[in-house]
């Protein structure tokens, strides 16, 4: 089995967790993925999970323009080991936000995810649906109707309950974009068979080319 992990924080409304949700659904829905669905407060728990998956996908609501302080807490956990010995490396990444506001900031909330996946030396994935709402013909009912493209751009009414808001179109873009991630992993996973990665001949076995460890960059 390929496994995709969902870290997500979502502490005012449970909006957030709403879209994880559909995020799992949509992993849940391609052949021989086991889709794991993890609160960021729970992470220290579910280490293991997180370095055995070949996909981790990452979900926070738009705080004052970027992702919460409990994510960044997540992330700042990862500038130790699973930094410096590249532990992430080839993993497939991609992000979800929301905000109340149409904009709301969210572009810098999903590019911090983007640096964060970077830093770790994993693959991004882009968001593939067609922006919607984009014309007089167009909807809230659309997909992607937010028009992002990093990753799944969320909206939800600040005085509406997680059963409410986001809506329906919002889920689906989700969904879509879960099962999109977890059929890039697998199809990754499955050619790695027939072509192995092949390290770079700079970290050979005499250690030339080998990257400084943190006491020594200290
Ligand atoms: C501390 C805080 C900061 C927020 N900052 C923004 C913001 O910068 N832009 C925005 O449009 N909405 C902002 N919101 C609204 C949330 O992004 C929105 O309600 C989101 O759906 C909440 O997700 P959650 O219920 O999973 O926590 C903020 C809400 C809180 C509690």
Known sequence: MVSVSIVYDSSF??????LAKCV??????VDNIQGHMIHVNDVDEHWNTLHNSEAIIFGSPTYIGGVTAQFKLFIE???GEVWLKRMWKNKFAAGFTIS???SGDKLNCLTDMVIFAS????IWVPQHILGGNYSTAGSEKDLNRMAG????MAQGNIDEPADISPPESDKETARMHG???????AQFIEG????PFQEEAAYDSKGQGRPLTLPELS
């Open 119 to 122: 830093q770790m030396a994993m």
């Open 13 to 18: 409304k449970g909006q957030t967790e709403v």
């Open 192 to 195: 790695q068979k027939s072509l």
């Open 179 to 185: 099962r999109h991630v977890a059929q890039i992993t």
């Open 149 to 152: 493209y990093l990753g799944v």
């Open 100 to 102: 109340a506001g149409r």
């Open 77 to 79: 956990k990862l500038a």
């Open 24 to 29: 799992l659904e949509g992993v849940s829905s």
